[in-house]
């Protein structure tokens, strides 16, 4: 049952091999037997999941179901859902119980999918490793000394170790991609503004990005379907004409143009790595598709334009929880401003402070110009080259991240070679555009994603052509050791 696919499991529900409420126990199961080593959820809630299970089985008797009706999802804790304690992986939220939905979580709700949980992450969605959560570091179902990726950590742990059929992420510079490649998994950031962000507790408003999280492509489409769609609630969704991305899963990908930036193939790049992806583009020119090199000169400024404009927008976000309304408060302080610095200094881990500093200073005056301002200039020109090389190609190709998962603590102490983590993906973020990491490959049996970049809105080409390669190749069926 933990390898069938979403469309196996929605066809076993309406067949009656099984039932929902079979189905979430079962997984529940999973989580209650392998969760303590691997750290992959931080609450579950069993009669919440289960009441949910009920309702689904009674929709479907009632032939009200829909493709995801019954089936357990796991949600990242980074979206609010009512009744359930909705942490961010923080101190700051550990007592916060969310009084509404997101809108992802409406989403499943309408359809009738099962909330089977919510996922560890890095503290406000800050990390590349899952390391900086409050409530521990998640382990990697490959090789538990190694870290899974982050912040999206504890969703892909849940999949790499079948404890959940799919889950939800957010992206903000990778956070879904880097994680999905290190977990050997398939993982979509969508075009910014296509999934809705209401609910979805704010790390960098103009970069973070919601996304479906699933062992196959095909997966990641039966879940765009629902997430996807206009929300009047979020000022920055985009309404764009609803679409099924399932309905061109099937094309040929015989013409394509794929386009291959040198400056992801320079110094920084694991050998073996790269082998693993040279490999992958070359099953891509078998099936007809034609590879075009291309340059995207702008790449190497990416990430100190990241980090200039994704903590500047965290330290306003952040600005937030001071204790007065919600979430964390300090139990000894003296008047109302000591208790906002008591307050912000046990709540906040080390990561989430230190980028709400530099967010401060790139803001403050005399500051801004020279470093935000500017950022967003250059940001411009990551976008513009972008928009060049997809007048040559229709979809760009290269690594998710410049090798596989690395050891726990490796990186910790060292925040410029955690960040380096994130090198090919940071652009997509700043530019706007979809990105998507598939498994392509092992290295030291250890998984290796493929990331392919589409133009705006491209998510149905994207799916297809990512949809060819699994059919190709079976990379995204391998699991870890003892999962099964």
Known sequence: MINLSLKSLNQGLLEKKFSSVELTQFF?????????????????????????????????QSGKQS???????????????????????????????????????????????????????????????????????????????????????????????????????????????????????????????????????????????????????????????????????DSTSINHDKEDYLVNLDQSVKGLR??????FFEEGLDGQVQQVIEDALNTYKKMGAELIDISLPNTHLAIPVYYVIAPA???????????????????????????????????????VKRRILIGTYVLSAGYYDAYYLKAQKIRQLISNDFKKAFQQCDVIMGPSAPSVAFKANEKKSDPLAMYLQDIYTISTNLAGLPGMSIPAGMVNNLPVGLQLIGNYFKESQMLNVAHAFQQETDWHQKVPKGVI
């Open 258 to 263: 794929i386009g291959v930036p040198k400056e």
């Open 28 to 60: 529940l199961e999973r989580v209650q037997k392998y969760n303590t080593d691997i750290n992959a959820f931080i609450t579950i809630d069993e009669e919440k999941s289960l009441a949910q299970a009920k309702h689904a089985d009674t929709l479907i």
């Open 313 to 351: 927008e965290a330290s306003s976000n952040l600005s937030r929880y001071d204790g007065v309304r919600y979430g964390y408060r300090a139990k000894e302080y003296d008047d109302l401003m000591d208790m906002y610095f008591k307050t912000r200094q046990q709540g906040f881990g080390e990561e």
């Open 67 to 233: 493709l995801l009706t019954g089936i357990p999802v796991a949600q990242k804790d980074i979206f609010c859902a009512a009744g359930w304690r909705t942490t961010c992986g923080s101190l700051m939220l550990d007592n916060f119980i969310a009084p509404y939905n997101a809108t992802v979580i409406d989403k499943f709700n309408q359809v009738g999918a099962v909330n089977l949980g919510k996922t560890n992450m890095d503290e406000f969605a800050m990390g590349s490793s899952n390391e900086t959560s409050y409530y521990g570091p998640v382990k990697n179902p490959w090789n538990h000394d190694l870290v899974p990726g982050g912040s999206s950590g504890g969703s892909a742990a849940a999949i790499a170790a079948r404890l959940a059929p799919a889950a939800t992420g957010t992206d903000t510079g990778g956070s879904i991609r880097q994680p999905a490649s290190l977990c050997g998994f398939s993982g979509l950031k969508p075009t910014y503004g296509l999934v809705s962000r209401f609910g979805m507790i704010a790390f960098a408003s103009s970069l973070d990005q919601a996304g479906p999280m699933a062992p196959s492509a095909e997966d990641c489409a039966v879940l765009l379907n629902v997430m996807a769609g206009h929300d009047e609630k």
